[in-house]
């Protein structure tokens, strides 16, 4: 009873943690911060292809590290190097260094990926609460939103010069959060299924691929979240540079994330009350829909204010999705192999981020109107080469 009554702890570790992890205090000026250190418009994108061939190296090992030694202590292991990634930055002049930074960035959040979700669903498991994991993620995911809030507002106003020694003050404080949320990870509970884990060691990424195979429904769910997910980064890498290209200044950026994360920590937080009320299929399409029309009107109109409104309400619908598409798929997935069978998937966004980054880096070169319109084809592929359809979703 004792351990039952500390696992009901995690949740709301998970939510605290994760928001610290995801307090980026130069949020509203990241591009800007990087054109500050040298860093050019293009190689920004292919900072983000850093990212993906990182991911593709560490996601799967880190999900294995999961199901092997425990979720706790992979998390822990993720704080750790997101802290050294932090460290790297303060000091990063050039592609170049950022690259290394960038290496430590990614490595950070595979050991995120597929394993935070998978120590909250055998933690509502443990507690006979499972069928709850579609609101109980959502607002997990809505812990990603929850300090930019306000922190980007600060941020911008911190940094409204765009002045050197005003970005090292945002990179500290982001650097204390990071101290704040180990200290947090350290006080969650780790599920009973590891002792079952270390009996199977040899068979968890077998049998994780062998879940993926059985129910390839879990490869068209990834197809379809990923392509959006890609379309809506470029659009958001891209907002700042057409923001400023607008006559928006630091502290208009500082208000444009304001309303994105606001926008986008409610759409996480209330996705399965919305669910609950609306077809999860239509759903899901109905917000594809919806960013894909908000990037073309950001594209296509020559007013400054519905570009700013187009892209700060537009591109949160995406929190809309991840929640739905999280309990369909943990459904269908074993314990023992969850958090590498969810890696497994995840290492499909690393394959995918390569072409279309590369791509969105080079149009970027010639007009910072052509990544909005791969990002519309991309949305347009997602709806109608891999459409969800309501059954899938219920099965």
């Given at each position: 009873?004792?351990?039952?009554?500390?696992?009901?702890?995690?949740?709301?570790?998970?939510?605290?943690?994760?928001?610290?992890?995801?307090?980026?205090?130069?949020?509203?000026?990241?591009?800007?911060?990087?054109?500050?250190?040298?860093?050019?418009?293009?190689?920004?994108?292919?900072?983000?292809?850093?990212?993906?061939?990182?991911?593709?190296v560490?996601?799967?090992?880190?999900?294995?590290?999961?199901?092997?030694?425990?979720?706790?202590?992979?998390?822990?292991?993720?704080?750790l190097?997101?802290?050294?990634?932090?460290?790297?930055?303060?000091?990063?002049?050039?592609?170049?260094?950022?690259v290394l930074?960038?290496?430590?960035?990614?490595?950070?959040?595979?050991?995120?990926?597929?394993?935070?979700?998978?120590?909250?669903?055998?933690?509502?498991?443990?507690m006979?609460?499972?069928?709850?994991?579609?609101?109980?993620?959502?607002?997990?995911?809505?812990a990603?939103?929850?300090?930019?809030?306000f922190?980007p507002?600060?941020g911008?106003?911190?940094?409204?010069?765009?002045?050197?020694?005003?970005?090292?003050?945002l990179?500290?404080?982001?650097?204390?959060?990071?101290?704040?949320?180990?200290?947090?990870f350290?006080?969650?509970?780790?599920?009973?299924?590891?002792?079952?884990?270390?009996?199977?060691?040899?068979?968890?990424?077998?049998?994780?691929?062998?879940?993926?195979?059985?129910?390839?429904?879990?490869?068209?769910?990834?197809?379809?979240?990923?392509?959006?997910?890609?379309?809506?980064?470029?659009?958001?890498?891209m907002?700042?540079?057409?923001?400023?290209?607008?006559?928006?200044?630091?502290?208009?950026?500082?208000?444009?994330?304001?309303?994105?994360?606001?926008?986008?920590?409610?759409?996480?937080?209330?996705?399965?009350?919305i669910?609950r009320?609306?077809?999860?299929?239509?759903?899901?399409?109905?917000?594809?829909?919806?960013?894909?029309?908000?990037?073309?009107?950001?594209?296509?109109?020559?007013?400054?204010?519905?570009?700013?409104?187009s892209?700060?309400?537009?591109?949160?619908?995406?929190?809309?999705?991840?929640?739905?598409?999280s309990?369909?798929?943990?459904?269908?997935?074993?314990?023992?192999?969850?958090?590498?069978?969810?890696?497994?998937?995840?290492?499909i966004?690393?394959?995918?981020?390569?072409?279309?980054?590369?791509l969105?880096?080079?149009?970027?070169?010639?007009?910072?109107?052509?990544?909005?319109?791969?990002?519309?084809?991309?949305?347009?592929?997602?709806?109608?080469?891999?459409?969800i359809?309501?059954?899938?979703?219920?099965?």
């Amino acid at each position: 009873m004792f351990f039952t009554n500390k696992i009901t702890h995690n949740p709301r570790l998970l939510f605290w943690g994760r928001a610290l992890v995801e307090a980026k205090t130069l949020s509203a000026v990241i591009v800007m911060f990087y054109l500050h250190r040298d860093v050019r418009l293009d190689q920004v994108f292919y900072l983000s292809i850093v990212w993906s061939l990182t991911s593709l190296v560490t996601e799967v090992p880190s999900g294995y590290l999961a199901d092997r030694i425990g979720r706790k202590r992979t998390i822990l292991l993720g704080v750790l190097l997101l802290f050294i990634s932090q460290f790297l930055t303060l000091f990063a002049h050039g592609f170049w260094q950022f690259v290394l930074s960038f290496i430590f960035l990614s490595s950070s959040f595979s050991c995120f990926s597929g394993t935070e979700e998978a120590l909250l669903y055998e933690s509502l498991k443990e507690m006979g609460q499972e069928r709850e994991m579609n609101t109980r993620n959502g607002k997990l995911l809505s812990a990603r939103s929850l300090p930019d809030i306000f922190l980007p507002a600060i941020g911008a106003f911190v940094a409204k010069d765009l002045l050197e020694s005003q970005f090292q003050i945002l990179i500290v404080a982001n650097m204390g959060m990071t101290i704040i949320a180990f200290l947090i990870f350290l006080q969650l509970t780790e599920p009973p299924h590891v002792q079952d884990v270390k009996k199977q060691e040899v068979g968890i990424f077998v049998q994780s691929i062998g879940t993926i195979r059985r129910e390839p429904w879990l490869l068209k769910v990834a197809l379809n979240k990923l392509l959006v997910f890609i379309a809506v980064f470029i659009a958001w890498r891209m907002s700042q540079p057409l923001l400023t290209h607008y006559g928006f200044g630091a502290e208009m950026l500082g208000i444009f994330y304001v309303i994105f994360q606001g926008l986008e920590f409610c759409a996480s937080w209330f996705a399965g009350w919305i669910e609950r009320r609306v077809n999860a299929a239509h759903l899901v399409t109905a917000s594809t829909m919806a960013i894909m029309t908000s990037i073309t009107l950001a594209m296509i109109s020559q007013y400054p204010w519905i570009v700013f409104f187009s892209f700060a309400i537009g591109l949160p619908l995406y929190g809309l999705r991840d929640p739905v598409f999280s309990r369909a798929v943990n459904k269908r997935i074993q314990s023992t192999s969850r958090a590498t069978t969810l890696s497994n998937l995840n290492v499909i966004k690393g394959v995918l981020d390569i072409p279309f980054l590369l791509l969105a880096g080079w149009l970027s070169t010639f007009s910072l109107i052509y990544p909005l319109v791969l990002s519309v084809c991309l949305c347009f592929i997602a709806l109608i080469a891999f459409p969800i359809r309501s059954h899938e979703l219920e099965s």
